[in-house]
């Protein structure tokens, strides 16, 4: 009996397993179509590809498709190549994590408090070049030496006392790319070489505007191209390009030892403060353990991620601004068997208004956020951000009227009581949580 069982059951667990292609398919069609993604995607499981496809244009004006083999920039994402190449210079007793920035900047404010260990963590309190106002150097179109630029933002104040706090700052590997450099006497992109040859990647590497890059994908915000963005200022923190499979082919070699060893990996891939490790984000989606990163640069938005329940890979490269976090957290929810809903034309309904009374309140998704009636609607409010107005598609969801994918749903008893709600982004069903007061 056990046998016929195990012989009824196997092609149902087969036809679960095969469906994941065609959810994953079915959910990237209505993200270009209604959502209009455009770039790639690659999801592997145990290291092997079960979904890659690409969408959307890599160049408008000659209406040029992309595909898998597009190079992407992928922004913040060059952080976890910057750490490994700092590690790989610890192995070789070159550097030491304790060493000071003041080693390799003397001139550096506050240089001897800051460690290269707070560098690569976000620990430093150094203020994060990009919220600064452009500079007479005007980086963003010309070269400039790094030595140059970190001219440009060494005296602002810090944030805290070094060590005391985490808080992200593209600064951190800034000054982490400048280290390789004095320490090895090469250029960066000369070091990041060696790192990249040494996991086996063809299609990766730092960016420049002015070189032939086959295959590169242009960037664009909504129907307007970039303007030209040269490399000075992402440099070390996010100036690099790549492909989704070199990411996957990136990611298999990182955790699988083969770029560092096992106990450098380790280390870098230890959830500090911050829930950051070095250039990784290592927390969970709801349960589910992942190690991954994400970048944003103009025209650019990318992911990549690593998720230890089921041990598979998600990438998402954009070259339009997509939200590819929210894609990402897609296809990782299909992967997870998590609920997740495929994007679709919200339109706005005629409620009862006095419902909404049920739904105002305190509630928490990874932080709180506090729905208001404010003139008869209901608005989300979050302190230090405007106010948004959530619209009615029933009387029990709400789509977010800032034109981003995200969704409210509420169940309620015979009374009207909140007695379950949820946050719908990117499709990604997750649990929203109402705090009683």
């Known amino acids: 009996m056990k046998k016929i069982l195990l012989f009824l059951l196997l092609p149902f667990a087969a036809q679960a397993q095969t469906n994941y292609p065609l959810k994953l398919d079915a959910y990237m069609r209505a993200q270009a179509t209604i959502s209009h993604f455009s770039g790639s995607v690659l999801v592997a499981q145990k290291g092997k590809v079960i979904y890659s496809s690409a969408f959307g244009e890599a160049d408008k004006e000659w209406h040029v498709k992309n595909t898998v083999a597009g190079k992407y920039r992928i922004g913040s994402i060059t952080k976890q190549f910057t750490a ?20 390799y900047i003397p001139d550096y404010p ?3 408090q800051v460690t290269i260990h707070m560098l690569l963590n976000q620990t430093t309190g150094i203020t994060d070049y990009t919220s600064l106002p452009e500079t007479d150097l005007h980086a963003d179109v010309l070269d400039v030496a790094p030595a140059d630029f970190i001219k ?22 800034f000054l982490l790319g400048y280290i390789v450099e004095k320490v090895t006497g090469e250029s960066f992109a000369n070091y990041l070489k060696k790192i990249t040859d040494k996991a086996g990647l063809k299609n990766t590497g730092m960016d420049r505007p002015d070189t032939l890059l086959p295959y590169r994908t242009h960037g664009y915000m909504e129907d307007y191209n970039i303007p030209f963005y040269t490399m000075s200022g992402p440099y070390a923190a996010g100036g690099m390009y790549s492909t989704v499979d070199d990411l996957l082919a990136w ?35 709801v349960n589910h353990p992942r190690i991954w990163h994400s970048g944003g640069i103009p025209g650019y938005r990318s992911v990549i991620s690593w998720y230890k329940d089921g041990d598979f890979n998600v990438i998402v490269l954009s070259n339009n601004e997509s939200n590819a976090q929210y894609v990402a957290g897609g296809l990782a929810g299909i992967m997870l068997n998590m609920p997740v809903v495929n994007p679709y ?6 409620i009862n208004n006095a419902v909404i009374d049920n739904y105002v ?8 956020i506090e729905l208001i009636r404010k003139e ?12 948004i107005e959530l619209i009615p598609e029933s009387e029990k969801k709400f789509y977010y009227s800032d034109g981003t994918d995200r969704q409210i749903e509420f169940v309620t008893d015979a009374a009207g009581k909140v007695v379950k709600a949820s946050v719908i982004m990117g499709g990604l069903k997750l649990p929203l949580e109402k705090i009683e007061e």
């Not at 440009?152 to 808080?167: D, E, I, K, M, V």
């Open 110 to 112: 506050q240089g001897n």
């Open 361 to 368: 309140g305190t509630y928490f998704v990874g932080n709180k």
């Open 152 to 173: 440009s933002f060494q005296s602002q104040p810090y944030l805290f006392t070094p060590g005391s706090r985490w808080a992200y700052s593209n600064s951190n590997y």
């Open 84 to 103: 490994a190449c700092i590690l790989h210079l610890e192995e070789q007793g070159k550097l030491n994590l304790d060493d000071k920035l003041s080693k």
């Open 251 to 285: 990611d298999q070699a990182l955790l699988g030892n083969k770029v560092l060893s096992e106990a450098t990996t380790r280390k870098m891939t230890t959830a500090y403060m911050g829930h950051y490790g070095y250039g990784l984000m290592i927390d969970s989606l």
């Open 345 to 350: 034309v919200h339109k706005a309904a005629a």
């Open 376 to 387: 008869g609607k209901l608005y989300r409010k979050i302190n230090g951000v405007d106010d």
